[in-house]
C-alpha cells in the first residue's frame, strides 16, 4: 500500500535523487533538472515522498501560504503511473493539507496531466492578470459558496458581486461572480473562495442598496482582509466586516 511520507530523513532524499538521476540519464529528461529546487524545497519541509514496497515512487514539492497550498511539482514513477497511484498519492496529499488550508492550485505541466487534475476534481484557474502558468488549476477544500447562474441573479439579501476587472474598467458592465448570501450565513463553515485579482472591483449589497464598493485590497479597512494571491477569500459575514 503506498503510503505518504510527510517528514523525509536524508536517506530517503537520496532515494529521490537516484531515481530522478537515472532517469534523466537514460531518458535526456525529467525532474532532476529541478533538482535544486527540490532540495531547498526539502531543506524548507515543503516535499513530501510517496513510498511503495520501500521504493520511492512519488513526491510532491509546495508553497504554502496562510489559505491555501500550490503544488509546484507532483510527480509519480513512470512505471506506476495509469495504476491508481497517483490519485492514492494526491488524495492522502489533500487530507494533510485538508486540516488547515481551505484551497489546493495546481499546475498542468506537462500538458498531459491536466486530465488527472480534472479528475482529482480540479477546476480551471480564469486568467486573474497576474504571471500565471497557462493552465492553472485549483480545488477547495472546504465546502465553498457557488456563484449564481446568470439566470438567477435576484437578489435576496445580500450579495457580493465581483468583476475581473479595476473599477475604471466597470462602466455599465455586469459583474463576473454574484453570491447570495443571507444574515444567518456562517461564512466561516462554508466561505467564498473564487480566482481573483486584488485589484477588481467588488460590492456588497443588501437589499438592492450598495454598501461598500471598491477595489478587492481596499473593500474593509483591514487592506487585503478578503485576499490571498490568487484567490478572494470571505469567511466572515460582509456586512459586519470592517
Given at each position: 500500500?503506498?503510503?505518504?511520507?510527510?517528514?523525509?530523513?536524508?536517506?530517503?532524499?537520496?532515494?529521490?535523487?537516484?531515481?530522478?538521476?537515472?532517469?534523466?540519464?537514460?531518458?535526456?529528461?525529467?525532474?532532476?533538472s529541478?533538482?535544486?529546487?527540490?532540495?531547498?524545497?526539502?531543506?524548507?519541509?515543503?516535499?513530501?515522498?510517496?513510498?511503495?514496497?520501500?521504493?520511492?515512487?512519488?513526491?510532491?514539492?509546495?508553497?504554502?501560504?496562510?489559505?491555501?497550498?500550490?503544488?509546484?511539482?507532483?510527480?509519480?514513477?513512470?512505471?506506476?503511473?495509469?495504476?491508481?497511484?497517483?490519485?492514492?498519492?494526491?488524495?492522502?496529499?489533500?487530507?494533510?493539507?485538508?486540516?488547515?488550508?481551505?484551497?489546493?492550485?495546481?499546475?498542468?505541466?506537462?500538458?498531459?496531466?491536466e486530465?488527472?487534475w480534472?479528475?482529482?476534481?480540479?477546476?480551471?484557474?480564469?486568467?486573474t492578470g497576474?504571471?500565471?502558468?497557462?493552465?492553472?488549476?485549483?480545488?477547495?477544500?472546504?465546502?465553498?459558496?457557488?456563484?449564481?447562474?446568470?439566470?438567477?441573479?435576484?437578489?435576496?439579501?445580500?450579495?457580493?458581486?465581483?468583476?475581473?476587472?479595476?473599477?475604471?474598467?466597470?462602466?455599465?458592465?455586469?459583474?463576473?461572480?454574484?453570491?447570495?448570501?443571507?444574515?444567518?450565513?456562517?461564512?466561516?463553515?462554508?466561505?467564498?473562495?473564487?480566482?481573483?485579482?486584488?485589484?477588481?472591483?467588488?460590492?456588497?449589497?443588501?437589499?438592492?442598496?450598495?454598501?461598500?464598493?471598491?477595489?478587492?485590497?481596499?473593500?474593509?479597512?483591514?487592506?487585503?482582509?478578503?485576499?490571498?494571491s490568487?484567490?478572494?477569500?470571505?469567511?466572515?459575514?460582509?456586512?459586519?466586516?470592517?
Open positions: 500500500m503506498l503510503r505518504i511520507i510527510d517528514n523525509p530523513s536524508p536517506k530517503q532524499l537520496e532515494k529521490l535523487q537516484n531515481w530522478l538521476k537515472e532517469e534523466y540519464e537514460k531518458e535526456g529528461e525529467g525532474f532532476y529541478n533538482w535544486n529546487i527540490i532540495s531547498k524545497s526539502y531543506n524548507k519541509k515543503r516535499l513530501f515522498l510517496g513510498e511503495l514496497n520501500e521504493q520511492i515512487i512519488g513526491f510532491v514539492v509546495f508553497s504554502d501560504s496562510e489559505t491555501h497550498i500550490s503544488l509546484d511539482i507532483l510527480n509519480i514513477k513512470k512505471e506506476y503511473q495509469g495504476k491508481g497511484c497517483g490519485k492514492s498519492f494526491y488524495n492522502q496529499v489533500e487530507s494533510m493539507f485538508s486540516r488547515t488550508k481551505l484551497a489546493i492550485e495546481g499546475f498542468c505541466s506537462p500538458a498531459e496531466s486530465e488527472f480534472k479528475k482529482m476534481g480540479f477546476i480551471e484557474l480564469i486568467n497576474y504571471n500565471q502558468h497557462l493552465l492553472s488549476y485549483y480545488k477547495p477544500l472546504v465546502s465553498v459558496l457557488y456563484p449564481l447562474k446568470l439566470n438567477d441573479r435576484q437578489d435576496k439579501y445580500g450579495q457580493v458581486r465581483l468583476w475581473n476587472c479595476e473599477p475604471y474598467q466597470v462602466q455599465n458592465t455586469e459583474p463576473l461572480w454574484v453570491w447570495n448570501f443571507t444574515r444567518e450565513h456562517d461564512f466561516n463553515k462554508v466561505p467564498i473562495i473564487s480566482p481573483c485579482n486584488c485589484n477588481w472591483q467588488i460590492e456588497i449589497t443588501v437589499n438592492g442598496e450598495s454598501l461598500k464598493k471598491d477595489k478587492v485590497k481596499y473593500i474593509t479597512e483591514e487592506r487585503y482582509k478578503y485576499y490571498s490568487p484567490f478572494l477569500y470571505i469567511k466572515e459575514n460582509p456586512i459586519n466586516s470592517k
